[in-house]
């Protein structure tokens, strides 16, 4: 039931473009009831929790998926905000002509990640996780006729799949030390403590989560990732995919918790992080890049929360990750709804639309609640359980806890500009007169924002038993209420709301000028733009010095590149070479026949002809004849298959070159003698090289011979009396089928090539 | 070009070679041929044709694009060699039909013809195109 509801969902993708026509107004309610059915399919366990779906057996894969704990926890977050998202894309796409394409990518990348997260075979997990970067990267750039959007998508494509390399390697290497690919026994298996390639995994496994979690160093491609549109940036970029880093690392925690270093770098990355986004925030004023770089600081916390290592912070981080999924996501919706209703994405220009826009205030004011840790919100739930979980953890306590309250200030901060400070105030003018979205696109993010607030008030019910589950060893796990009584982690969130103050009161006294200055200054994304340049130069120098266009000089280097391999073969058999030759003369083949003598002359006539003729279509023309009088070899030697082919294709070569003459400048003798010596040395090396090596070969079988095997069973395995073509289309049919499948790609690009030629039309099509 | 005696060559010439590339593709299992050597011949009767009375008329008597042939040969090939996994049996297994045709003998069909069929219209296609587009190209030189 698993692997179908992931294969339905990725159907519908493939399905969206032809249906979303045909249903008209009623094909984002249908199309959201797709991950609607199988979050419920989950909560009441319908579906299964285990499920396997053979692929490559031969190669012993199995897609296994199973939904417990963590991969539950995430899929029906997925499903969910899933759910919203699909719905909410019929609003905010409503009359666009890319809607289909839209909700095709929508439901690829929702399949994806549903696939990554409920995956228990590594490998499968790794296919998902490079199909999520991918549909990200087509998501991201969205709106393809925008330069910036191509960049930032380019940009997330490289940082997230090359971090996707470091974790194959990684989880090769795993699946190496405990020899399994199941990710479950992988992380029960016994590691002796001392496998010397464990920090290596475990290095390769952080750089590929970092990557995908926009953890520093690699932070910057998150914000660059807000061109998306909302939608995408709600559902990829703040509560699924950029999570999934944090999911893998969660899941593998166990593994690595005998490292050393394992714990300390990831509450060292995961705490720079959290306080870089937090910083960068505070300083946005743009609607998407604010709650972007505050969802890299939550990411930050998440990591850290895992890197602390305690049953208590990983329970800690399960409940943070549905409380931020909940309000990040409402926040980014909202967001759009503005931009969309408004056309305005500077909150600076914003302000006391809660007259115009009553139901987006509300929903904007409850999911801000949450995200600033008011009580009775489950953002509160899961910033009391953090900072409880942290005064006690073991090592480092009180500096995670500074960027934990820092953090959280900057939460309180963002959650002001985002969800008060548009909407209340004195009404300032918009170029759109600005009102209510339709039902698609308010139902959505009010239904998460009010879900949130529920999940605070009784958090016993709706936050508790997701998150316990997803804890990998949930012996005891602390009780979670909305209410603890006055004490310590009550006072740092007070702590925490006061610093939000101040920071507000600050930007408010001071409209902080231009961001960018602070980005560039933020290192990392320099590097990236370095070695893109470093890259392009190296290609273009490289491509101007071997793409030089000059044909003649093509043929020498390849022709010289096959002499230096194949000379070290023939001097090694160079001392049988003459029992080679005595062999071939006694076994009568060297007999040579009056006609044989004939051809053999004609041959060379033929070569003369044509090195020494004066037009080009006489050379073409002889050069074709010493191909007929190959073909008549073979026939000779009763190959007639061979013979056929040669001499179409002779036919045909002789047709093309002859074709090409009026693209060629005049046939005139331009080479100094030196080049032509060069030339005759070459051409008779290669002859005699290739000679020398067809006796080797012919006397180098070290097996028996497969014709006897082919001779026998061509007519009863295969029907068929011709050997030759019952192995082209039966026994080797699968080289066949690559050889059309090259010849058809070479033609597709002489086509191509050729409708580029200059002095053409442009719109004929030959 | 405008020469009579090719024209009048080609009038006769094409059918027989056309004939003939289906009888070296039908032929191809028991004698010398077959779907590579048929499809090549076949090309050639519109190379032929081509050259005798323009790119125009070859491009109507062949009717469909070449990219279409080439793409349907491919597809073809493709599914012929996938057939036997739809039976449960390794991708590529040859799968035959046998019949008694009364008063011939016995007439065995199988996913291998069919894979030289796709081969057949793949070269045919392969020709056509890459030549087309060649003499395409000349002209619109010429003509410039």
Redesign the interface.
């Known amino acids: 039931m698993l692997s179908l509801s992931v294969g339905i969902i990725f159907i519908t993708g493939l399905a969206a473009p032809y249906l979303l026509p045909r249903l008209g107004r009623a094909a984002p309610w249908l199309f959201s009831l797709i991950p609607l059915g199988i979050l419920a399919g989950l909560l009441t366990h319908i579906i299964g929790s285990v499920s396997t779906f053979p692929w490559v057996e031969s190669l012993g894969l199995t897609i296994l998926f199973r939904a417990e704990g963590l991969s539950y926890l995430f899929a029906v977050l997925i499903t969910g905000i899933g759910a919203v998202v699909t719905l909410y894309s019929g609003g905010y796409f409503h009359g666009d002509s890319r809607a289909g394409r839209w909700f095709c990518f929508l439901f690829l990348f929702m399949g994806s990640m549903l696939g990554l997260v409920l995956s228990d075979n590594v490998f499968s997990l790794f296919v998902f996780w490079e199909l999520t970067s991918i549909t990200s990267f087509l998501l991201i750039g969205f709106d393809h006729h925008r330069p910036e959007a191509r960049a930032a998508a380019l940009q997330s494509l490289l940082v997230t799949a090359g971090g996707g390399l470091s974790l194959l390697a990684g989880l090769v290497l795993l699946a190496l030390i405990t020899h399994t690919t199941d990710l479950g026994a992988m992380v029960a298996a016994e590691i002796p403590n001392d496998s010397p390639l464990l920090p290596w995994v475990a290095a390769l496994i952080l750089i590929g989560a970092a990557t995908k979690s926009a953890q520093i160093p690699f932070q910057f491609w998150l914000p660059n990732a807000m061109t998306a549109p909302t939608p995408a940036s709600a559902f990829l970029h703040s509560s699924t995919m950029v999570k999934a880093g944090v999911f893998l690392l969660f899941r593998l925690q166990p593994l690595f918790e005998s490292i050393s270093w394992w714990g300390p770098a990831l509450m060292l990355v995961g705490g720079l992080t959290a306080l870089t986004g937090a910083w960068m925030a505070v300083r946005q004023h743009v609607l998407k890049p604010l709650l972007a770089w505050s969802t890299v600081s939550s990411l930050g916390l998440m990591v850290m929360l895992i890197g602390a290592g305690t049953p208590e912070a990983l329970f800690a981080a399960a409940v943070f990750i549905l409380a931020h999924a909940l309000y990040k996501a409402a926040l980014f919706l909202v967001a759009g709804i503005l931009d969309h209703e408004t056309g305005e994405r500077d909150i600076r220009r914003l302000g006391g639309l809660r007259q115009d826009m009553p139901i987006t205030a509300i929903t904007a004011t409850l999911s801000g609640l949450s995200m600033a840790g008011i009580p009775l919100t489950a953002g509160f739930v899961a910033k009391e359980s953090m900072y409880e979980t942290l005064l006690h953890a073991p090592a480092y306590g009180w500096m995670l806890l500074v960027c934990a309250v820092l953090a959280g200030a900057s939460f309180a901060a963002v959650a002001w500009s985002v969800s008060v400070k548009p909407f209340h105030g004195s009404r300032l003018p918009t170029d759109r007169h600005a009102h209510d979205p339709g039902s698609t696109m308010f139902f959505g993010p009010l239904m998460l924002s009010g879900l949130g607030i529920a999940a605070g008030t009784v958090p016993s019910l709706l936050l508790e038993p997701h998150a316990a589950a997803s804890a990998p060893t949930a012996h005891h796990v602390p009780h979670l209420a909305a209410w603890h009584g006055f004490n310590l982690p009550l006072l740092l969130s007070a702590i925490t709301l006061a610093l939000g103050g101040v920071v507000i009161w600050l930007r408010h006294r001071k409209a902080a000028g231009d961001t960018s200055s602070a980005l560039n200054k933020l290192g990392t994304e320099r590097l990236y733009y370095r070695a893109m340049d470093l890259l392009d130069r190296f290609s273009t120098r490289t491509a101007n010095t071997v793409q030089h266009g000059l044909l003649r000089i093509y043929l020498f280097s390849v022709l010289l590149g096959a002499m230096a391999i194949l000379w070290p073969l023939v001097y090694r058999h160079a001392a049988p070479l003459d029992n080679l030759i005595t062999s071939w003369a006694a076994s009568g083949a060297a007999e040579t026949r009056w006609h044989e003598w004939a051809l053999l002359l004609t041959m060379i006539m033929a070569i003369g002809a044509t090195v020494h003729a004066r037009t080009r279509l006489g050379a073409v023309t002889a050069l074709g004849v010493v191909g007929y009088v190959i073909a008549v070899i073979f026939v000779l030697y009763g190959a007639?298959?061979l013979a056929?082919?040669q001499f179409?294709?002779e036919?045909?070569t002789v047709?093309?070159i002859a074709?090409?003459f009026?693209?060629l400048p005049p046939f005139r003798d331009l080479s100094p003698l030196w080049v032509r010596a060069r030339d005759l040395l070459f051409a008779v090396t290669g002859g005699v090289v290739m000679t020398v090596l067809t006796l080797v070969a012919l006397n180098a079988r070290k097996h028996e011979s497969v014709a006897a095997y082919y001779m026998e069973n061509s007519y009863n395995?295969?029907?068929?009396?011709?050997v030759?073509?019952?192995i082209?289309?039966?026994f080797r049919?699968?080289d066949?089928?690559g050889e059309?499948?090259v010849?058809?790609i070479?033609?597709?690009g002489?086509?191509a090539l050729?409708?580029t030629?200059p002095?053409?039309?442009r719109g004929?099509?030959? | 070009m405008n020469s009579v005696i090719l024209r009048t060559g080609t009038v006769y010439l094409r059918p027989l070679l056309l004939i003939f590339s289906v009888f070296l593709l039908l032929g191809g299992h028991n004698q010398p041929g077959g779907g590579f050597t048929g499809g090549l011949v076949a090309g050639l009767a519109f190379v032929l044709e081509a050259l005798a009375f323009g790119l125009d008329q070859a491009r109507r008597t062949l009717r469909v694009h070449p990219l279409t042939l080439v793409g349907c040969g491919l597809l073809l090939s493709a599914m012929s060699a996938f057939f036997s996994t739809l039976l449960g049996k390794p991708f590529m297994t040859g799968t035959w039909w046998v019949w008694h045709v009364p008063g011939w003998g016995e007439l065995a069909v199988g996913t291998p013809f069919f894979f030289d069929l796709g081969v057949y219209f793949d070269v045919l296609g392969v020709t056509c195109l890459i030549i087309f587009s060649l003499l395409n190209a000349g002209e619109a030189e010429g003509k410039t």
């Open positions: 007639p298959d056929m082919t179409v294709i036919t045909l047709i093309l074709l090409s009026s693209h395995l295969a029907h068929g009396k011709n030759v073509n019952v082209l289309v039966d049919g699968i066949t089928l059309i499948t010849l058809a070479a033609a597709l002489a086509f050729l409708r030629l002095g053409r039309k004929e099509t030959p």
